[in-house]
């Protein structure tokens, strides 16, 4: 179930609202000009299925997406297990970012928290299988798996060259809760 939590960036210990129907959540991020959508995400894949076969298996989704809003390149991020290559994973998105091209993130399995400012708002959206974020060029965000990470996404990029950020050095995502577990 998807969720939407709305923060003061200086009350993080309380919500300003929470939403829990996604045409609520749906309705709530696209004022702030975030996409929130729901894609069949069905597909029949092995728990450890490679990059390769997930873009297979994800195909005519991936072809629908790249027809409507012309991407240059896919690629898939799959973080499982808390092993140091996937802590180092985690730590990264969870320092504050943002990119120079919209964020869209197709999540095939697992679920991440993923909070994003607008002015001095934070919204935590919690996204999982069959959400199709899309999150507005320029925007500082973070994500958090949890401390036992399961999240595999498919990332569309309009940039040939993939996933590329800036970190702003801001620590304000230490202080927001984390994905609990
Ligand atoms: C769920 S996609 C993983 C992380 C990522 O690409 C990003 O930019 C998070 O903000
Ligand atoms: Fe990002
Ligand atoms: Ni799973």
Known sequence: MSVLSVYHQN?????????????DIAATLAEAGVRLERLDARAALDAD??????LLAYRPQIDR???E????????????????????LRARF???HRHAEDEVRFIVAGRGLFSLRFGELVYAVLCEKGDLLTVP??????????????????????NSEGWSAEF?????????P????
């Open 137 to 158: 060029a320029g925007i500082r965000h973070w994500l958090d798996m949890g401390e036992h990470p399961h999240l595999v996404a498919i990332r569309l990029f309009r």
């Open 178 to 181: 984390r994905l609990e577990d």
């Open 94 to 96: 969870l320092e504050e």
């Open 11 to 23: 009350r993080p210990e309380q919500p300003l609202k929470v939403l829990t129907h996604h045409d």
């Open 49 to 54: 299925a490679g990059p390769d076969e997930v």
């Open 69 to 88: 809003r012309d991407f240059a390149s896919a690629d898939v991020l799959r973080v499982t297990g808390n092993d140091r290559q996937q802590n180092e």
């Open 168 to 176: 702003t050095g801001d620590d304000i995502a230490s202080r927001f």
């Open 65 to 67: 997406l790249q027809a």
